[in-house]
């Protein structure tokens, strides 16, 4: 039995007073009818309202969509054919540069991730726009996918994968078969992961968008940078809720997704 | 040929747009700043054959280096990088050591709620998160309004543009990095080892001391590590919340480059950056090998 004191309810009351109160308040002054933020003058919904007229909002929100969807997807493909070489291609000359190069982009500074790919789209002459900042997005997330993906293939059993070799399948069709539903969970929390991290950049974005692609963070921060403003906890309100809602829902799919492994692993090891 | 594709795939995009820009990086470090597109000098003239490839190398020399250093912006801001990165790793170790120990003594059922309300702000946006400590800490936010209610102050605190804002927008944000690995440690520790402790006369405090901390190790340098690397880094904490007192390189950097224009500084100070960091980072791998070896 674990003991379980005042200190303890303490820390937990406060340290979880500090990670909340911050975004209550921040959710709850979106509804202000004042334009000041820190003066409350009744209830509103009006800056919901200019949120959603703004047409410059509107445009990088689904710019930044767009771009998230589209580099999570391409990085997951890549991320998860880099775990797979990581963990099962066994060696090949060239895999310490290789695995240097997935866990590097990890602990560089977005500053100089940004500032190098801005020097190399400039050097080979390539546009800036929605798609260099897709190349950006898909090289960093990628290399966290496959950390992802690989901490999972690890834990796998491989004599499934040659069962189903030995049973006639092609590595392409065990792949398929065998390996893909048992690492599903964690390509697609890699997916999550490689959206959200797309959906907040600002650094990387900020670097290698031109004039023809403005991305949410880029125009939340140039618009924060004149101080607060309350479309700007509209919208925060919104994201907010969004993020709330996907990770509840997600949580609860993996309980769920648990709860029927343990069960199938349980009939599978009643013996016939 | 499968797995040939499979591994070149990756390899060859990572080369492509991992290693190749950092060569770029590199290269634009040596170079001298001119009024061109690109704003820099020299250019690999390819049509001049070995002579252009001569005199490409000759024209690359270290004087952005030199002048990092004879500048005393530069320093400054790396060895203030070095000390407010420093400064919050051990404030968020402070606050965060509690809060993942008190998880790790919840009730069992309890854990999987708290250890999703940790991870819930990470998944939120970042900006977001830092803004959110913008209309608190300014002069008429609320913070300075509840002190002022509450008595103990006459005059709103300046504390939004100050160091002291980056230090709380620094601890908030990267709070479920230090609590994450402590709790993980924390939760694998067989409580009869404190039970143990306590019956051969240890007081709580030094059981605690003697025993739980030294078995939370691994998860203290992690979290560490998970804070101090980034945070060297750091742009968009000292830009909204610091001052123009607050000098951090990656604000530096990103004034070299988009104010100034001047990309061969800039791109010497990435390197500068990169080559700070190495230590640390091997210092974090060495430490998650060790673990792994512990654990396997």
């Not at chain 1, 409350?40 to 007229?53: D, M, V």
């Not at chain 2, 770029?24 to 250019?43: C, E, G, H, N, T």
């Not at chain 2, 609590?179 to 404190?194: F, G, T």
Request: proline fraction near 5%; charged fraction near 15%; aromatic fraction near 12%.
């Amino acid at each position: 039995m674990k003991r379980f004191s005042w200190f303890n309810a303490t820390s937990l009351t406060l340290g979880f007073a500090f990670l909340y109160v911050p975004m209550i308040i921040l959710v709850f002054y979106s509804f202000n009818a004042s334009k000041l933020v820190t003066v409350w003058a009744g209830f509103s919904t009006q800056w919901y309202g200019e949120l959603f007229r703004n047409e410059e909002f509107l445009n990088a929100a689904w710019v930044t969509v767009n771009v998230a969807v589209m580099s999570s997807t391409i990085a997951t493909a890549l991320g998860t054919m880099a775990a797979y070489v990581l963990v099962r291609a066994g060696r090949f000359s060239g895999r310490t540069l290789f695995s240097g190069m997935i866990y590097a982009p990890l602990v560089m500074p977005e500053v100089i991730t940004g500032l190098s790919l801005l020097l190399l789209f400039i050097g080979i002459g390539l546009d800036r726009g929605v798609l260099t900042i897709v190349l950006a997005h898909t090289t960093f997330s990628m290399c966290y996918v496959s950390v992802v993906v690989s901490s999972r293939l690890v834990s796998f059993d491989q004599s499934l994968e040659e069962a189903a070799l030995d049973l006639g399948c092609s590595p392409f069709e065990a792949f398929r078969l065998v390996t893909l539903p048992i690492i599903a969970p964690a390509v697609i929390s890699g997916w999550l992961l490689a959206f959200t991290l797309s959906l907040d950049d600002l650094v990387i974005a900020s670097f290698t968008t031109g004039p023809s692609a403005t991305t949410l963070p880029i125009k939340i921060f140039s618009a924060v940078r004149l101080g607060v403003s309350p479309e700007i906890n509209a919208l925060s309100t919104i994201m907010i809720a969004i993020v709330t809602v996907g990770v509840i829902t997600a949580s609860l799919i993996t309980k769920q997704a648990a709860v029927r492994q343990a069960r199938d692993e349980r009939m599978a090891e009643r013996p016939a | 040929m499968r797995r040939f594709i499979l591994i070149a795939v990756p390899y060859l995009w990572l080369v492509a747009l991992f290693l190749i820009p950092f060569v770029i990086v590199l290269k634009i470090s040596l170079s001298d700043v001119a009024l061109a597109r690109p704003p820099y000098m020299p250019q690999l003239d390819f049509a001049a054959g070995w002579e252009g490839f001569q005199s490409f190398f000759a024209a690359l020399d270290f004087e952005n280096f030199w002048f990092l250093t004879t500048d005393d912006l530069y320093w400054k801001a790396y060895l203030s990088s070095l000390q407010i990165s420093l400064t919050s790793t051990v404030m968020t170790l402070l606050v965060g050591y509690p809060i993942a120990y008190a998880m790790a003594r919840a009730a069992p059922e309890w854990r999987p709620t708290l250890l999703m309300l940790v991870i819930l702000p990470f998944w939120t946006s970042f900006l977001i998160r830092v803004y959110a400590w913008m209309g608190i800490l300014s002069n008429e936010g609320l913070l300075n309004q509840f002190l002022l209610w509450l008595g103990v102050i006459n005059e709103p605190l300046t504390i939004l543009n100050t160091n002291t804002a980056v230090y709380i927008g620094i601890v908030y944000t990267y709070l479920p990095f230090m609590v994450l690995p402590i709790y993980s440690a924390l939760e694998r520790m067989d409580d009869s080892l404190l039970e143990a402790a306590e019956d051969l006369g240890c007081s709580r405090l030094s059981a605690f001391w003697l025993v739980t901390i030294p078995l939370s190790k691994n998860g203290i340098i992690a979290g560490c590590f998970l804070v101090f690397i980034p945070v060297i880094g750091e742009f968009v904490i000292p830009s909204l919340l610091g001052g123009s007192g607050t000098l951090m390189i990656g604000k530096v950097l990103w004034e070299e480059f988009f104010s100034n224009r001047d990309w061969p500084v800039a791109s010497a100070v990435a390197v500068i950056l990169l080559l700070i960091l190495v230590i640390p980072i091997i210092l974090f791998q060495r430490n998650e090998q060790k673990q792994r070896e512990a654990e396997g």
